[in-house]
């Protein structure tokens, strides 16, 4: 980023945002431990990161996700949503958001570079969900994402879909 920062015009930061009664969470019937339950800790932004990339004065969206608790939600941007139907082959029509469309972004430009955490789900479920609503020039940043897998899962899908690395 550092280096790179005058080539982006946007970020966007997804986080879990569950409740505590989610459906997902080991304790009540799901595979997950607890996690990112809304306004905790677990669920912030690292602050380093936010105050490292908030100095380049980027423009900053957050979109939440996993906020309805009866429906898994790994990726990030599952529905699209224009703003005007007749018009829909214009990215800045666009507004990009999760399961319940409480939650979005519009995103400003068909390059985009994807970093996060877990590669193997939340990261790879974005992605999913970016390509099934636009033909992005998507590139993802392997060296910034952390996998429960050891980034097999990711390295896969990013071979299957003919995926750029972003370096």
């Known amino acids: ?4 920062h005058k080539s982006f015009n946007q970020i966007i ?18 595979i997950w431990p607890v996690h990112c339950i809304q306004n905790s800790k677990g669920a912030e932004i690292d602050k380093e990161l936010y105050d490292e990339l ?14 309805v608790y009866t429906h898994e939600e790994y990726g990030a941007f599952e529905n699209i949503k224009y703003e005007d139907e007749k ?8 507004f990009f958001s999760n399961y319940e469309l409480s ?6 430009n068909n390059n985009i570079v994807v970093c996060g955490l877990a590669g193997d789900y939340c990261v790879k479920e974005s992605i999913k969900n970016l390509l099934k609503h ?3 020039n998507l ?4 060296s910034g994402i952390a996998s429960i897998d050891n980034g097999d899962k990711l390295k896969e899908f990013i071979k299957e879909n003919n995926l750029s690395i972003a370096k």
């Open 13 to 30: 930061y997804t986080r879990d945002w569950h409740l505590h009664k989610d459906e997902s969470f080991k304790k009540n019937g799901g």
């Open 1 to 4: 980023m550092k280096d790179n």
């Open 134 to 136: 636009w033909k992005f």
């Open 139 to 142: 590139e993802v940043l392997v």
């Open 54 to 67: 908030a100095k380049y004065n980027i423009p900053i969206t957050v979109v939440n996700k996993g906020t």
């Open 87 to 94: 018009i829909k082959n214009d990215i800045n029509n666009c």
């Open 103 to 108: 939650s979005g972004a519009k995103i400003t």
